[in-house]
């Protein structure tokens, strides 16, 4: 089993739409958590970290399911700009370095 | 210049050429590391880096070899490629080894192997 799973997508939607991706995540000793954004052939970028109260950031709203182990990203309103692929990223303790999932990709369509 | 920095932005080499690609961060973190994405994959860890230490090799072949002069300085030598090393190589550094804040990654260096 992967420890970071995510489901590839495409997710095509259109402009205006509401959007989630969920991510699983399989060792509990996970700590930090953020999702990346990364768009075509260019380098990955920290959309948002998520805390365990969930935290939102304009249209973006992310939550931590410790028990379940899972994370989740929710985008409101969704733009032609949103289109990228969004990297589910876990930190666990004790760890050199972080796990990344394969990323979920969105398409937004006009 | 801030953030993360990589050069080049893109390299062609033939398989017997030697070239070395480079990272340097300006955020004064102590933690930096060697990533490859190949096309529709996930990234892929190759070496980790903490205070200029080498810390981690995620079994990398050894055409592909890390220097590490400095916490703020990252190099990857490469020689006698193969076509399949063909791919994105990113930089990230982090305030600390793990991430535990995320990390920082440079816009990374396309490399096709010819």
């Known amino acids: 089993r992967k420890e970071v799973e995510q489901d590839p997508g495409p997710f095509n939607v259109p402009e205006g739409a509401t959007v989630a991706f969920n991510c699983t995540y399989s060792?509990?000793?996970?700590?930090?958590f953020f999702w990346y954004r990364q768009d075509c052939r260019k380098e990955p970028k920290l959309l948002m970290s998520?805390?365990?109260s969930g935290n939102e950031d304009g249209r973006f709203t992310a939550q931590l399911n410790r028990a379940s182990q899972y994370i989740s990203l929710l985008i409101r309103d969704s733009k032609l700009s949103d289109s990228a692929t969004y990297l589910c990223?876990?930190?666990?303790?004790?760890?050199?370095?972080?796990?990344f999932g394969s990323g979920t990709r969105l398409q937004v369509q006009p | 210049e801030t953030g993360v920095t990589q050069t080049p932005r893109h390299l062609v080499m033939g398989m017997t050429n030697k070239k070395s690609l480079k990272c340097e961060q300006h955020?004064?973190?102590?933690?930096m590391y060697w990533y490859k994405q190949s096309a529709k994959k996930p990234l892929e860890l190759m070496f980790v880096?903490?205070?200029?230490?080498?810390?981690e090799n995620n079994s990398v072949p050894s055409r592909f070899s890390p220097e590490c002069p400095n916490s703020s300085h990252l190099f990857l030598h490469l020689h006698t490629l193969q076509p399949e090393d063909s791919a994105l190589y990113l930089c990230?550094?982090?305030?600390?080894?793990?991430?535990?804040?995320?990390?920082?990654f440079g816009s990374g260096t396309r490399l096709t192997v010819v």
């Open positions: 990230a550094s982090s305030q600390e080894i793990g991430g535990s804040y995320g990390y920082t």
């Open positions: 060792n509990s000793a996970s700590q930090s």
């Open positions: 998520v805390y365990s």
């Open positions: 990223v876990v930190n666990r303790q004790g760890r050199r370095a972080l796990t």
């Open positions: 955020l004064g973190h102590n933690a």
């Open positions: 880096y903490n205070f200029k230490e080498q810390t």
